[in-house]
């Protein structure tokens, strides 16, 4: 059964870091476009960043030079790398893996980020 997991999700102060985490089950991923994404109380799914299977890489403008994706194919892993925290990154954040970077249709649980000032 495919299945995403995320982990690493947790409080932290504004101006801090976490690393989030998304273990594919089931197959391998390093085929499939993946993606992390993220949804604020009241507000809609937004995209945060994609990784290609060519191992190229698009950010949003808010995640661009504070969020790094990233992929470790050997342990079938994606990775959001988020520094420099600020209140409204607080969000539910998702993965996400597809063939293609615009219709990803396999999704994680999420993992909550809460970010205080």
């Known amino acids: 059964q495919v299945q995403l997991v995320e982990s690493g999700g947790g409080s932290v102060q504004a101006g801090g870091s976490l690393r989030l985490s998304c273990a594919a089950f089931?197959?391998?991923?390093?085929?499939?476009?993946m993606g992390w994404f993220r949804q604020a109380p009241g507000k809609l799914r937004e995209g945060v960043a994609v990784?290609?299977?060519?191992?190229?890489?698009s950010y949003v403008d808010f995640a661009k030079g504070r969020f790094t994706i990233s992929k470790d194919n050997a342990k079938n892993t994606l990775y959001l790398q988020m520094n420099s925290l600020k209140p409204e990154d607080t969000a539910m954040y998702y993965c996400a893996s597809g063939w293609d970077c615009n219709n990803l249709n396999v999704w994680g649980q999420g993992t909550l980020v809460t970010v205080s000032s």
């Open positions: 990784a290609d299977s060519d191992g190229s890489t």
């Open positions: 089931g197959y391998s991923y390093s085929s499939y476009c």
